[in-house]
């Protein structure tokens, strides 16, 4: 399925909020950070992956169009404000 999730870092507590529009789905990309621990993304780099709790926000059919998912993960990022005080650089 697609969607838009959240990390949370249970010894900071800081945030990433992040989104799932490919073929390979939320499951794709929990693999992803399984496997490298960060998923490639460049704030997560370095930070113990053991802390992360990984929560689904929101799904989407998989018709939904990435426009769609794309506006969910910005209001996520607003709405937890992980820009700023979280762990999104864009």
Do not use: C
Request: glycine content about 10%; charged content about 20%.
């Amino acid at each position: 399925m697609k969607g838009v999730y959240l990390i949370t870092g249970t010894e900071d507590r800081r945030q990433y909020v992040g989104k799932a529009h490919g073929a390979d789905s939320i499951s794709g990309r929990w693999a992803a950070y399984a496997a490298n621990g960060h998923g490639s993304n460049r704030d997560l780099i370095g930070l113990d992956p053991s802390s992360f709790r990984f929560s689904v926000l929101r799904v989407f059919d998989p018709a939904t169009p990435k426009t769609v998912i794309n506006a969910a993960e910005s209001h996520y990022k607003r709405a937890l404000d992980t820009r700023a005080h979280g762990l999104n650089a864009n």
